[in-house]
T-cell receptor, first 112, second 115 residues
Framework: AQSVAQPEDQVNVAEGNPLTVKCTYS??????LFWYVQYPNRGLQFLLKYITGDNLVKGSYGFEAEFNKSQTSFHLKKPSALVSDSALYFCAVGNAGNMLTFGGGTRLMVKP | DTAVSQTPKYLVTQMGNDKSIKCEQNLGHDTMYWYKQDSKKFLKIMFSYNNKELIINETVPNRFSPKSPDKAHLNLHINSLELGDSAVYFC??????????????FGPGTRLLVL
């Protein structure tokens, strides 16, 4: 069975500061890891994914994520937060059958 | 142009009724999915179809019946609606289902409220 944990329900950060949203996973076999963002009353938007290769993955809107196999983590990062980044962020792990298991989500609040 | 579209956007109905939610994707993808997001924002896969064939059925009650008339459409029919069915239902699609790592693209969601 595969699982994802997002240990923080909410992350607060000041605009212009770096942000990190944490994610740890458990899966047998190679992990396929994703980050999605959900704005209020909207669907999920794909941000980035890790399949193989470089541990640092760059995605949309200036976000990046670092895959750490030893710590089974895939934390989402951005060097300088914007108020418009405030949203609900989901980490997900996929298997070879492309079945995604999502974490519980982390609400990011960026304050001016 | 909307890549993955769902209708209706909102659905309010009484317990015991039967309702359908439609999903269409214009991305040319082979695989489509239905997810349920509950009131605590927890997302769980319900079904996936590849080229009109059922691939995943995650122990969803048989009151839920997906139907895929062609690979661009995956509709969800729900019989005898219950209060616990109230949720946001998301449709998604991906290029294919096998091999892992396929990006899934989500529709805007259908907010179902059962009274």
């Amino acid at each position: 069975a595969q699982s994802v944990a997002q240990p923080e329900d909410q992350v607060n950060v000041a605009e212009g500061n770096p942000l990190t949203v944490k994610c740890t996973y458990s899966v047998s076999g190679n992990p396929y890891l994703f980050w999605y963002v959900q704005y209020p009353n909207r669907g999920l938007q794909f941000l980035l994914k890790y399949i193989t290769g470089d541990n640092l993955v760059k995605g949309s809107y200036g976000f990046e994520a670092e895959f750490n196999k030893s710590q089974t983590s895939f934390h989402l990062k951005k060097p300088s937060a914007l108020v418009s980044d405030s949203a609900l962020y989901f980490c997900a792990v996929g298997n070879a059958g492309n079945m995604l298991t999502f974490g519980g989500g982390t609400r990011l609040m960026v304050k001016p | 142009d909307t890549a993955v579209s769902q209708t209706p956007k909102y659905l309010v109905t009484q317990m015991g009724n039967d309702k359908s939610i439609k999903c269409e994707q214009n991305l040319g993808h082979d695989t489509m999915y239905w997810y349920k997001q509950d009131s605590k924002k927890f997302l769980k896969i319900m079904f996936s179809y590849n080229n009109k064939e059922l691939i995943i059925n995650e122990t969803v009650p048989n009151r839920f019946s997906p139907k895929s008339p062609d690979k661009a459409h995956l509709n969800l029919h729900i019989n005898s609606l219950e209060l616990g069915d109230s949720a946001v239902y998301f449709c998604a699609s991906s290029q294919r289902y096998s091999g892992g790592g396929e990006t899934q693209y989500f529709g805007p969601g259908t907010r179902l409220l059962v009274l």
